[in-house]
């Protein structure tokens, strides 16, 4: 029987619900029912990250200099996970994930296919889909899905009989058993966020999140369960509007958004950002509490939640945090503020800051999820030196342009172009692209193009997003790039280039008006028009300048503004390079830059 803390008073007051408080109960007859405890276990957002990652953790751990330094450590990986699901693994237990495939090469190459062979090793009791489940389409998914020997769930999701979908064993939710009870899984899935962002098509339906939760729950409860957990992928924020707007629900386990939730206030201490409380509590509308988590994203960690439920299916008791689980190999920074192996007393140092808190743990891998990827990761380490085509002509990457007029050879960063014509490709939503100069870090030389290429060109740890923004916005955020890339600050990095956007450029402008005569090309007809000030615009973009880096300003003020204007595809940098020489060019061939469908149309200097 798993242990439990009980939760502070305090905790549970600044969120306005006490823990004591039933959430889900039912007016189903409890006679012959008693009090359980049950152990979550959960992931989320894993986005086919399988082995360990780099991170760094501010830990105190020498005594001579007290307080936090930083530690580089090797965190995470589903190896880690597996171990300490078994180590925590009884028969009041259920293990979790409510989905997200997709991100790095181990899905550019397998599909899924190494994900689901993992998840069946950890023994899913649920696994809820995510939307972006769906990129490579529905016969895909159904394909993938005779892989699993777990259950796949989504609630709201119904593929109609014109779905190669149909037939396939989505369910709505699912019923447990534990020591005798029966405990409901209702999966959910965020349906505006799929329809727009995956490839599914019309011929499968969607049901409202709020009210199929509604119709499951009361599905659950005509069959005696009166404990309900919904696995979610809806995100933080809509897993509380969730929890605010249906009755006799328990615990919410999400994912989707990414968030990381803290009990302890470890988090902050190693210089983790937290998004909010590990459970989050909201007040259901009969006041009665429900319980909502997440575990952050990438496979850095393990959701562990703890419930107790008294006879008549209420939650007593809530309690629990995500585990960071790391490895033994730890380095520091030294007095040339080089990265180096932390030496024996430094060890022992960060092994003792470790074993003081509660979020971190040391954990072995399980070899035999290192046996599993092992071929895979053979397979991906050696596709990195093979070829994905041919570039005919030379790419150059530089940054500032010089001057040429309209019909002249162009200057610039051809690569830059390339960058944002395979974002502009990969993400289905995007009406246009911009990728800033200094995102890409060598030219594409003519001759043998190969996946280390690939990495070398885009080698930060940067993902693929889109913004809606305004055509108005659009050509104020291109202004910026240029000034910032021309100012005192030098960042000639900046300078934006762009996929379906063509633009003159005027050098030493006063500032803002630098780019003009802004034009927009019509994924569809392929016309040029100019851009429509008031129309929204989908802007494929990269995770560094959507925060508002680089003097990209205004992608981080609409992003603050209306969060639901963001998405993250969580697709690494250079996965939609890949994917566009391997599908999207004819016989794998980049051809001479276009200039008619090049970024700039010209480039003049201002006289002073």
């Known amino acids: 029987m798993s242990q439990f803390k009980r939760v502070s008073a305090l905790g549970c007051l600044s969120l306005g619900a006490l823990l004591v408080a039933g959430c889900g109960g039912s007016d189903n ?123 796949i769930i989504g609630g709201n999701v119904h593929p109609t009989a014109d779905s190669p979908l149909y037939g396939s064993n989505i369910e709505p939710y699912v019923i447990k058993e534990i020591d005798g009870e029966l405990v409901g899984i209702i999966g959910v899935l965020k349906v505006e966020k799929t329809r727009e962002s995956s490839l599914v098509t019309d011929a499968v339906a969607f049901d409202d999140e709020i009210e199929s939760v509604r119709a499951h729950i009361n599905e659950l409860k005509g069959k005696s369960v009166n404990k309900i957990i919904v696995l979610s992928h809806l995100g933080y924020e809509f897993d509380q509007v969730l929890a605010a707007n249906v009755r006799d629900l328990d615990v919410i386990i999400g994912g989707d958004t990414h968030d990381v939730l803290d009990a302890t206030g470890e988090f902050e201490g190693m210089g983790i950002e937290v998004d909010g409380r590990y459970p989050t509590v909201v007040n259901n509308p009969d006041g009665e509490p429900v319980y909502i988590a997440q575990a952050w994203e990438y496979a850095k960690g393990l959701g562990r939640m703890n419930i107790r439920f008294d006879a008549d299916g209420r939650v007593t008791a809530a309690t629990g945090h995500v585990e960071l689980l790391v490895g033994d190999h730890f380095q520091i920074r030294d007095d040339n503020d080089d990265w180096v192996e932390a030496d024996a007393e430094q060890q022992a140092g960060i092994t003792s800051a470790i074993d003081n808190l509660t979020t971190v743990r040391q954990v072995a891998e399980a070899e035999d999820v290192l046996t599993l990827i092992a071929p895979y990761k053979a397979e991906l380490e050696a596709y990195k030196q093979e070829s994905l085509g041919t570039v005919l002509a030379p790419m150059p990457f530089t940054r500032i342009p010089s001057d040429f007029a309209p019909g002249e050879q162009p200057s610039g960063s051809y690569a830059a172009q390339v960058v944002a014509d395979a974002f502009l490709s990969y993400l289905p939503k995007a009406d246009v692209a911009i990728q800033n100069a200094g995102g890409v870090r060598a030219a594409l030389d003519d001759g043998n193009f190969t996946v280390a290429d690939a990495y070398t060109i885009l080698p930060f740890s940067n993902t693929v997003v889109t913004i809606d923004m305004t055509g108005e916005q659009i050509v104020k955020v291109l202004n910026e790039a240029l000034d910032y890339a021309q100012g005192i600050s030098a960042s000639t990095g900046a300078f934006p280039y762009s996929a379906n956007l063509r633009y003159d450029v005027v050098l030493g402008a006063e500032v803002g008006t630098g780019i003009r005569n802004v034009e927009v090309k019509d994924k569809t007809s392929g016309t040029w028009s100019p851009i429509d000030a008031s129309a929204i615009y989908s802007v494929a973009t990269n995770s560094f300048t959507a925060l508002g880096k680089d003097g990209y300003v205004t992608f981080g003020e609409v992003r603050a503004a209306n969060p639901d204007t963001f998405e993250d595809s969580d697709v690494a940098y250079a996965v939609p390079l890949l994917e566009y020489f391997r599908d999207e060019l004819p016989d794998n061939t980049l051809p001479p830059l276009d200039p008619a469908n090049y970024s700039l149309k010209s480039v003049t200097t201002a006289q002073p």
């Open 29 to 151: 007859d409890s006679q012959g029912s008693k009090a359980i405890d049950i152990t979550l276990l959960h992931t989320n957002d894993h986005h086919s990250y399988f082995e360990g990652q780099t991170y760094d953790l501010a830990l105190d751990y020498d005594a001579s200099r007290p307080g936090a330094e930083t530690v580089r450590v090797d965190l995470g990986g589903f190896p880690r996970i597996a171990t300490a699901i078994e180590d925590y693994r009884d028969d009041h237990t259920l293990v979790l994930n409510s989905g997200e495939l997709n991100g790095t090469l181990y899905f550019s190459l397998f599909k899924g296919e190494v994900d689901f062979k993992v998840f069946n090793r950890i023994g899913l009791d649920a696994y809820e889909l995510g939307n972006h489940e769906f990129d490579e389409g529905e016969a895909h998914l159904a394909e993938l899905m005779t892989l699993a020997d777990f259950p």
